[in-house]
């Protein structure tokens, strides 16, 4: 654990009582103490204080949690900084202790926190689908890029996990061990814009009652992610350009600079080349943008990853639940429905269906009507018991990567089962459905 308060006697007491109780403890005094440990340490939980003497609990907390997304995080308050316990709580503090407290409210309070955040990293995990050729060669371009601090641009539809490919950059980066900062820019008013990516100094506008960092510095040695980079306004457009040309920031209502060492990955799902051309983006900006450009395709184009990204949002989904197996009419759906919500369409179909189905198999009747309704293009037969034949487009496709799997596998499905994310009892299934024989090599 972090613990970061200001007040010696605060602070010697809290270590003291949760060392005395099997927690192990370092402490800091100051928002630059705190930060310089969160980059080269891991922890599972911080305490802060919310008013420091060079700084803001808050910010480090959303520090905290970009490079530590699995550590809780609580905050130490009096009276009179009550105020901040609910930005605190957005940024994701999980509870707060106001000043003074005893030993006992103190040892509850990190208790439950504790124990909350337990379950909530042992069902949030995700992870990337890498099956398909066209996901494999984004990833190549990823390991490529990494290596260097090359600004990078993400193009693709909406929902097609360009946050998650983002972030796999950074992991593999010579910056992992920085914060990731993730802004949705087309999410903040143009007003207000400025202020969260450069910081503001206190009484800068109404309403800034203390200096606060922005985005970028707070990224100071790892990665700041700007999704929906097209739909920023000129006047931005211009400050930005102006932040990646000089490599410093100007906080609002201040005249001094601030150097910066932070790399930008920006996304978009618009066609910025487009906006390019009709004079919405500006020119100079996308340049500087686009040093490196990766596309992430639509799921439609990529539907080998369409059954094991199923499977493994069905997976992470236990709890109260449970069911995880597809049936055959539901594969049959899944792999014919052309999904313009992308992955995140399907996250939210797979968390639909597993309330719906409780631990019984999930079958078509659990999913939307739009998705099971795809089932019947191409007018596909059905058998007596209503199960529905894949369309002649799915039956080659599947066929395809399933005898080239095996290829590769020399004939072991447990091999090629592995390759194609699917479990192996899942690709006899296939090979049976498909009239794949059991010993064919290729």
């Known amino acids: 654990m972090l613990v970061v308060d200001d007040e010696p006697d605060v602070l010697g007491f809290v270590k003291e009582i949760l060392d005395a109780n099997g927690f192990v403890c370092d402490c800091a005094s100051t928002s630059r103490q705190a930060l310089g440990m969160l980059r080269s340490q891991s922890y599972n939980l911080l305490i802060t204080d919310i008013r420091l003497p060079d700084g803001s609990g808050i910010d480090i907390i959303r520090i905290a949690r970009e490079k530590h997304p699995y550590m809780a995080a609580m905050v130490i308050t009096g009276f009179a900084s009550i105020e901040g316990v609910k930005e605190a709580m957005d940024l994701g503090a999980m509870d707060y202790i106001p000043k003074p407290f005893s030993m006992k409210e103190l040892l509850l309070a990190v208790e439950n926190v504790v124990k909350k955040q337990s379950i909530r990293k042992h069902t949030s995990g995700k992870s990337l689908i890498l099956n398909s050729p066209s996901m494999k060669k984004v990833m190549e371009l990823v390991e490529k890029v990494s290596i ?24 593999m980066s010579r910056r992992a061990a920085g914060p990731f900062i993730s802004v949705n820019s087309g999410g903040i008013p143009e007003g207000l814009l400025e202020s969260e990516l450069f910081g503001h100094v206190k009484g800068s506008y109404t309403g800034a009652h203390a200096t606060t960092i922005g985005h970028f510095q707070a990224a100071e040695g790892g990665t700041l992610f700007l999704d929906e980079i097209g739909n920023m306004g000129h006047p931005m457009q211009v400050k930005l350009l102006r932040t990646l040309q000089e490599r410093e920031v100007t906080p609002v209502g201040s005249i001094v600079s601030v150097p910066i060492n932070t790399r930008l990955i920006s996304a978009t799902n618009s066609d910025i080349r487009r906006d390019v051309d009709d004079g919405s983006f ?15 395709p639509p799921l ?28 055959e009419n539901t594969i049959t759906a899944l792999l014919t429905y052309s999904w313009p919500g992308n992955v995140r369409e399907l996250e939210n179909v797979m968390e639909r269906a597993v309330v719906l189905a409780g631990k019984e198999k999930i079958t078509i009747e659990h999913l939307p009507d739009w998705i099971s309704g795809s089932s019947f293009m191409d007018t596909p037969s059905t058998d007596s018991d209503g199960t529905l034949h894949l369309n002649v487009f799915v039956n080659s496709i599947e066929r395809h990567y399933i005898q080239k799997a095996l290829v590769a596998s020399g004939g072991v499905k447990s091999r090629a089962a592995s390759k194609l994310g699917l479990k192996r009892t899942t690709l006899l299934a296939r090979m049976k459905k498909l009239g794949i024989e059991e010993g064919w090599k290729g």
């Open 300 to 327: 439609r184009e990529r539907p080998m990853d369409v059954i094991p990204l199923a499977e493994h949002f069905l997976s992470s989904m236990r709890g109260p639940f449970g069911g995880e197996e597809l049936s």
């Open 148 to 171: 260097t601090d090359s600004t990078v641009l993400l193009t693709g539809e909406s929902g097609t996990g360009k946050e998650m490919i983002a972030r796999a950059l950074h992991r």
């Open 282 to 296: 500006r020119r100079d900006l996308f340049y500087r943008l686009n040093v490196f450009e990766i596309k992430i």
